[in-house]
């Protein structure tokens, strides 16, 4: 299957600071990337929904001035936490997708990464 | 909106043996799609299996299949003769045309541990 790589896979920050965590489609055209969120023990919970060349489109509750979307080019996107906080800390994973507009696209997922905000 | 129930929290099975994994979804499209997914402890989402919601057979793909009940609106996973390396947990999801098949909503999920 197609293969989705996300760096860094395990960040350590103080509060305040800002974290960036890149997304690649390594070997096929991502037209649309996912990014989620999943605390320990619980389901992932969809952030936003970006397109390349377009603003990210972000779920209910989730603060766009937080969480900084990029969809630079067809194989890379960026989350950038902004000002961390320690309820922060979660696991955050990113997914992309090679689109044909049809349901039974499949998404490949990041192996994730582990923020933890001190 | 659209809602995946995955009511078991967590499963035993015995190495070898069948386990099914319960999936029921609520959606108003008449178009979707659902998904199963397998998450070890190292936390990457592997992808498993994928159902439509017009197939007429159910999804196989080796030891996984998938048991497609339209109108009971289920998507039960059934894995066949189950190995240690099973443990993990596993999310059923779901995409309809209403989000324009972007959105992958989640079930809860359920851990499954598979006893030698």
């Known amino acids: 299957g197609a293969v989705v790589s996300q760096h860094p896979s395990r960040v350590i920050c103080k509060s305040g600071t800002s974290v960036k965590i890149e997304c690649r489609s390594l070997?096929?055209?991502?037209?649309?990337m996912f990014w989620y969120r999943q605390f320990p023990k619980q389901s992932l919970m969809l952030m936003a929904t970006?397109?390349?060349?377009?603003?990210?489109?972000?779920e209910q509750g989730v603060e766009k001035d937080k969480f900084l979307i990029n969809h630079a080019s067809l194989t890379l996107s960026t989350l950038t936490v902004t000002s961390a906080h320690p309820e922060d800390s979660s696991f955050y994973i990113c997914?992309?997708?090679?689109?044909?507009?049809?349901?039974?696209?499949?998404?490949?997922f990041g192996p994730g990464t582990r923020l933890t905000v001190l | 909106a659209q809602k995946i129930t995955q009511t078991q929290p967590g499963m035993f099975v015995q190495e070898k043996e069948a386990v099914t994994l319960d999936c029921t979804y609520d959606?108003?499209?008449?178009?979707?799609?659902l998904f199963w997914y397998k998450q070890p402890s190292s936390g990457e989402m592997i992808f498993l299996i994928y159902?439509?919601?017009?197939?007429?057979q159910n999804a196989t793909e080796g030891r996984y299949s998938l048991n497609f009940q339209k109108a009971r609106k289920s998507a039960n996973l059934v894995i066949s003769a189950s190995q240690l390396g099973d443990s993990a947990m596993y999310f059923c999801?779901?995409?309809?045309?209403?989000?324009?098949?972007?959105?992958?909503?989640f079930g809860a999920g359920t851990r499954l541990a598979v006893h030698p």
């Open positions: 997914s992309a997708r090679e689109s044909s507009g049809g349901p039974s696209d499949t998404q490949y």
């Open positions: 070997d096929f055209q991502a037209t649309t």
């Open positions: 970006s397109n390349e060349g377009s603003k990210a489109t972000y």
């Open positions: 959606t108003s499209d008449p178009s979707y799609g």
């Open positions: 159902q439509g919601s017009y197939d007429q």
């Open positions: 999801a779901m995409r309809g045309i209403s989000g324009g098949y972007n959105k992958l909503i």
